[in-house]
């Protein structure tokens, strides 16, 4: 499907400007549309036009899909004081229409979606699809065989929230280290997981969801854009518990 829009519409939504610095930009000429200088706000583009501000070609594309290695201290969400995923990204992936897919914690690390695509990103959060996540955890204290039964059976919150069946299982010998997979996305899930097996996380890291694991050459803080097939990942290997 081709979508039809404004140009200055299109330019403040990719570039992250206002309405009316769009327009400045296109009055003052340099909004080239199909290489011709355009004036008027309201000429329609479609995806297939190629529009170019002040030399540099605005990316179209529809649906945009980025991965990014959330480093600690940045935020989810545009509420709060320290700095938002979306701020944070490059110039060259920054669009007004772009939000996280579900929400780390402010001191949890690792990999954070980011997209325009609502209808994929409420499947992604959504409880009924029981979409894979895994993270890896430092424990204050090592796990034990119990632990991992608990977990195994559905671990019971200390509030009475009942959680599905999940793993655990230590990757270091101290049992400290510990990696989690759930198939749910409750509020502070592992932190209260840890909690409820009267232990607490030190450190958490997200590293995979489905099969779209965190690619390896992204430091801390740093985003890239992924296919959408790529993204479609976090699909794979859901549990459908009714057939379980
Ligand atoms: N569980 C948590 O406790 N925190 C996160 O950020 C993600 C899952």
Redesign the pocket.
Known sequence: MVTIERLDKTISKIMCISRSDARRLIKIGKVFVNGEKMKAFDTKISESDEIVVDGEKLSLEKNVYIVMNKAAGIVCDDKSSAPYAIETLPKELKRKDLFCVG???KD?TGLLLITNDGEFSHSVISPKKHIEKR?RATLQNPITENDIAKAKQGITLKDGTKLLPSEMFAVTADNKTVDFVIFE?KY?????MAGALDNK?LS?H?YQIGELVLPKDLDFGEAKKVEKEQAFLVFEKAKNWQKD
């Open positions: 929400r780390l914690d949890t993270y996305g502070h899930q592992i932190k209260r996380i958490l997200r």
